[in-house]
């Protein structure tokens, strides 16, 4: 399927766009080449591919779950303005 320069200036028309003559030669080229690659990408074979999760088969890597900081609870609640049973205490906001 290729475009037309009236299509082209169509399509201007509907998206607002203010397009010149040089304008709409130009991107009635690139237009017809996306065209081109996608009835290119059609025409390919994919009847025994299996779909992707992502194009790269990417593996998530994981860290080892491990402490890596010590229990500082303490130290901090005793800066805090109210504790109780360990637990920070704070205002009520909600009524």
Excluded: C, W
């Amino acid at each position: 399927m290729a475009l037309e320069r009236s299509d082209v200036e169509k399509i201007a028309h509907l998206a607002r766009l203010g397009l010149n003559d040089a304008d709409i030669e130009r991107t009635t080229g690139t237009l017809n080449d996306i065209l081109g690659l996608i009835d290119r990408m059609q025409a390919v074979n994919t009847d025994n591919v299996e779909p992707l999760a992502h194009p790269l088969e990417a593996v998530q890597r994981l860290r080892p779950d491990e402490v890596t900081e010590t229990n500082q609870r303490d130290a901090y609640q005793t800066i805090a303005p109210a504790v109780e049973n360990g637990l920070f205490l704070v205002p009520k906001v909600i009524e």
